[in-house]
C-alpha cells in the first residue's frame, strides 16, 4: 500500500525486493540496530530502522508495526529515487516525504508541530541536513518535514516531487534541484510554507563574516649587537648571579 500510493510522487518503478526482519522487543532487535547518540538512545525508543543500500528493514512487532514497517519502507524507496553518489536526500526532505507516505501515520508529530509554532520554537529548518540529536527537537523536525512535503505536493502535484528527486539524484544539490523545479529558493520554500501555518518567517542571520581592523605595524630591520646603518640593535642583559 504505501509503494502503491507513493509510486507517483517518487517517479520509480519497484523492482528489486525490500527485505524484512521483525523481531519480538526491543532487547532482541538492539544487536542489529545502527548505533545513536547516547542520548537520543536513552530517551526514544526505535521501532524500525531501515538499512536503505541494502533494501533491509528490521522492525518491533507491536501495535505500531503497520506504521513503523511503512515509514522505514518509504526511506529505502527514496534513496532508490533521489539519493545521488554526491550526497543524501537532505533529512527534512526524507523525513517529511517518509511520513507523508506512512500509511498508518500517528498524530505525535502533528502536536509536536502544532507546539513550536504556539511558542515559537520552529528548527531552522533549510539548514538540517541531519535529524537533531535533541529528541525533543527531533520530533518536531519530523512535524515540519511532514508538513513540508505535504505543502509542497498539494501546491506542485507529484510529478514535480518525482522531477525533485530525479534532479537531485543526477546532481546532488538540493538549492539546485528546487530552483530548478519549483522556481523558489531554499528560503522562499520555507517562508512559503511559514506563512501558510501560521508561523513568523525565517531571517537568517547575514552571511559572512567581519573582518578586523587591520593595525599599521613599524618595519622592522634586521638585528644586530652593535649600531650599524639599516638594522636594529638588540639589548643585552646583564647576566645573573647564581
Request: charged share 20%; proline share 6%; hydrophobic share 40%.
Amino acid at each position: 500500500k504505501t509503494i502503491e500510493k507513493m509510486e507517483p510522487a517518487l517517479g520509480i518503478k519497484i523492482t528489486e525486493p525490500i527485505r524484512v526482519t521483525v523481531f519480538n522487543n526491543q532487547v532482541e532487535m538492539l544487536e542489529a540496530q545502527q548505533r545513536r547518540s547516547e542520548a537520543t538512545t536513552r530517551q526514544t525508543a526505535t521501532l524500525g530502522q531501515a538499512s536503505t543500500e541494502e533494501g533491509v528493514l528490521i522492525m518491533i512487532a507491536d501495535r505500531n508495526s503497520v506504521g513503523t514497517a511503512s515509514h522505514e519502507i518509504m526511506h529505502i524507496l527514496i534513496n532508490r529515487a533521489g539519493d545521488s553518489p554526491f550526497r543524501n536526500v537532505p533529512s527534512w526532505l526524507n523525513e517529511g516525504l517518509a511520513e507523508d507516505g506512512n500509511i498508518d501515520s500517528g498524530l505525535e508529530y502533528d502536536i509536536a508541530l502544532d507546539f513550536a509554532v504556539e511558542t515559537d520554537t520552529l528548527l531552522p529548518f533549510i539548514y538540517m541536513t541531519t535529524p537533531p540529536g535533541n529528541p525533543e527537537q527531533l520530533i518536531i523536525f519530523y512535524g515540519q518535514g511532514k508538513s513540508i512535503v505535504r505543502m509542497i505536493i498539494q501546491r506542485w502535484g507529484v510529478k514535480k516531487m518525482a522531477d525533485l528527486l530525479a534532479h537531485h539524484k543526477l546532481k546532488g544539490n538540493i538549492e539546485t534541484a528546487i530552483e530548478d523545479v519549483y522556481g523558489v529558493t531554499l528560503l522562499e520554500l520555507e517562508n512559503t510554507w511559514r506563512e501558510e501555518i501560521g508561523a513568523a518567517p525565517f531571517i537568517p542571520e547575514p552571511s559572512g563574516h567581519a573582518r578586523p581592523t587591520p593595525i599599521s605595524q613599524r618595519t622592522i630591520g634586521m638585528f644586530s649587537l652593535t649600531p650599524q646603518a639599516g638594522t636594529e640593535v638588540v639589548s643585552s642583559k646583564s647576566s645573573e648571579t647564581t
